[in-house]
């Protein structure tokens, strides 16, 4: 039999079994689809050594008036403003006492005690000291008059901290240290750190999805519950918010030197929301929206979260709030539904998801300002992050299902949704985060599987060729490119580029692979043989170096495992594979060899072409 292409249809299918996905790919990792043949992903490298603290769940590139380029991270433990290659800490402060904190520290040990009446933290939280004297000995002044992180709250009055010198070393009290640091002691504590961990029995969404008690007002103070910032700028300055608790906002001509600090206790803030879910900043109008606002009761804010209301303050006045003839500020409570999750800014519109139903906030001027349109009662969101906007409209993954909202909304036909959905950690799902690779034409998510508490797989779908392909990468946080060149993401303290060369950092990519599903000759009633193989791979290197295997995986019956008949290293040069692979259905399999000889053989890119095998029946029935 001469040869024949083998050609198998884009994307990913795993809606069936192996053998019914026939002439389709069945398998992969760190692939994509471009003009309906697989590629190699592109690789990533740390954009700066510098590492912030925390799991960074949100990312926002803005650019000032004068050209400075910024990036602010919110993490569960603090919130940077990233200026070139540092990330300055602008955390807002929540209280600070003045000649109160006092110390003990015991011989041998290096626990502090600090006393501080009425502290307010929580375990993890970070206070500044500053004018404490030392304590006689090991423990000098300059160990207390730093930043520390709260170890442990012992009381109302009291915690702990661990005592180390300024290069972070920890330092041991002797028996010289019997003092209490003097009486002039000050610290400044920042907002209550959030968790690395949605827990399903505090704060809004208690219990299962759409559970009685579900959205009730169980302890949401954002410190006992996921830490997720949302963030936007506001002309230069920036807007930001802790899912759950208080709003603030960063003036850019202050520095990065300078912290946060809460809009309602601004000079001139008039009934500004003091609590919220989100915060987003309208576009054309240049309103600022707060998403699950706390109302206004007689002449003040509550201070409780109402998780339906949409609060929006005066155009180009983020500062105020109180609805008046003269102004254009105002509140919306949402009906369908028991809380808003999340809302993204689309074409002249902020499209708001609430935990069951999709609404449409467009601007429309006096006297009513906005009007709020519901668009869907039967599509909620599944996390806050789990929306995005591309060119082609607003992507969102709900409870069960993927939907795209262009004026209506739209499920998604996904080749692979019993694959992600039936493999999702659901008590994870607020980490879930929707990302945007335009250079691609891709949309995905990063998603927790259900073996795991943290995001370790993707899912996208090519909006231009509507195919499907996922795997295994963990990305807590992704900006696509914009203000910056290259696509940024987050993982393990560190800020990464993405789409640069083919390498993991410096590294070999490892686990790239394509397999397909399974193949026959007629109806796999005879036994098939490949006896050679005409690869057709483009190398993206200049010098069009690199290897990558082909392998062959053959087996008699659907139920049967796949056996590995053979596996043949490819270059640019190899003209033709021999192989001796036999079965009633056949795989081949695609995959990277990148620096396999440890010869320095990194940034290896492919492209698949037509591959033609030499595939005739054989003897045995």
């Not at 939907?403 to 996904?414: A, F, K, R």
């Not at 599903?517 to 010098?543: E, H, M, N, V, Y």
Request: with cysteine; proline share 2%; net charge negative.
């Amino acid at each position: 039999m001469p040869y024949s292409k083998v050609q198998f249809r884009p994307g990913i299918y795993r809606e069936g079994t192996a053998y019914s996905a026939e002439n389709g790919w069945f398998d992969c990792n760190l692939i994509r689809f471009r003009e309906g043949r697989v590629e190699k992903f592109g690789g990533w490298q740390k954009l700066t050594d510098s590492t912030y603290l925390g799991t960074a769940r949100a990312l926002h590139n803005w650019i000032s008036l004068s050209g400075n380029k910024y990036l602010g991270i919110g993490t569960h433990l603090k919130y940077y403003i990233k200026d070139g290659t540092a990330f300055a800490d602008v955390t807002p402060i929540r209280k600070t006492t003045t000649n109160a904190a006092t110390f003990a520290a015991t011989d041998g040990s290096s626990t502090v005690t600090v006393t501080d009446a009425s502290h307010g933290a929580v375990n993890g939280d970070f206070v500044t000291f500053s004018d404490a004297v030392s304590l006689g000995g090991n423990v000098t002044a300059a160990v207390l008059n730093q930043e520390y992180q709260i170890d442990l709250v012992t009381g109302t009055n009291t915690y702990t901290i661990t005592a180390k010198d300024t290069s972070g070393s920890t330092v041991t009290a002797n028996a010289s240290d019997s003092g209490n640091g003097g009486s002039a002691t000050d610290a400044a504590y920042q907002i209550n750190t959030g968790l690395d961990v949605y827990v399903q029995s505090t704060g809004w969404s208690v219990g299962t999805w759409g559970a009685s008690g579900w959205g009730s007002a169980t302890s949401l103070g954002g410190n006992n519950q996921l830490r997720l910032w949302t963030h936007d700028n506001f002309g230069e300055n920036l807007i930001m918010n802790t899912r759950g608790g208080g709003i603030y906002r960063w003036l850019e001509n202050n520095g990065t030197g300078t912290r946060a600090v809460q809009l309602s206790d601004i000079a001139g803030a008039n009934l500004v929301p003091t609590v919220g879910l989100q915060v987003i900043t309208s576009e054309v109008d240049r309103h600022l929206i707060v998403l699950g606002a706390d109302p206004i009761e007689g002449s003040a804010r509550s201070g409780v979260l109402d998780p339906m209301l949409v609060a929006f303050s005066d155009q180009e006045n983020e500062l105020d709030f109180e609805p008046q003839i003269t102004n254009t500020a105002g509140s919306v409570r949402l009906s369908s539904g028991s809380s808003i999750v999340g809302g993204v800014k689309s074409r002249q519109e902020v499209v708001i998801f609430t935990d069951t139903s999709v609404y449409s906030m467009q601007f429309v001027g006096a006297p009513l300002t906005f009007a709020l349109n519901l668009i869907n009662e039967a599509s909620g969101l599944i996390g806050p992050k789990a929306a995005i906007t591309s060119s082609g409209g607003v992507f969102f993954m709900g409870y069960g299902n993927f939907y795209l909202y262009n004026g209506t909304v739209q499920e998604l036909p996904c080749s692979v949704h019993n694959y992600v959905f039936g493999d999702l950690n659901t008590g994870q799902a607020y980490k879930i985060q929707a990302f945007t690779n335009s250079e691609h034409n891709e949309v995905g998510w990063f998603y927790p599987s259900s073996s795991s508490d943290e995001i370790d797989r993707y899912v996208i779908y090519n909006t231009q060729q509507q195919v499907w392909y996922y795997g295994q990468l963990t990305r807590t946080v992704w900006l696509d490119s914009g203000v910056e060149s290259f696509p940024q993401a987050t993982n393990g303290g560190y800020l990464y580029q993405h789409e640069i060369g083919f390498d993991n950092d410096g590294s070999a990519m490892t686990n790239v692979f394509v397999e397909s599903a399974d193949f026959d000759i007629g109806d796999g009633d005879r036994f098939t043989q490949i006896s050679a193989l005409i690869p057709d791979i483009k190398f993206l290197q200049d010098d069009n170096s690199g290897t990558v295997n082909v392998v062959t995986k053959v087996r008699n019956f659907p139920g049967d495992s796949l056996t590995t008949d053979s596996t043949s290293e490819v270059s640019s040069t190899t003209q033709k594979v021999n192989l001796r692979a036999r079965g009633r259905q056949a795989v081949v399999r695609f995959e990277s060899n990148d620096d396999a000889t440890n010869d320095g053989n990194l940034s290896i890119g492919w492209r698949l072409g037509d591959t033609r095998m030499d595939v005739k029946t054989d003897g045995r029935r």
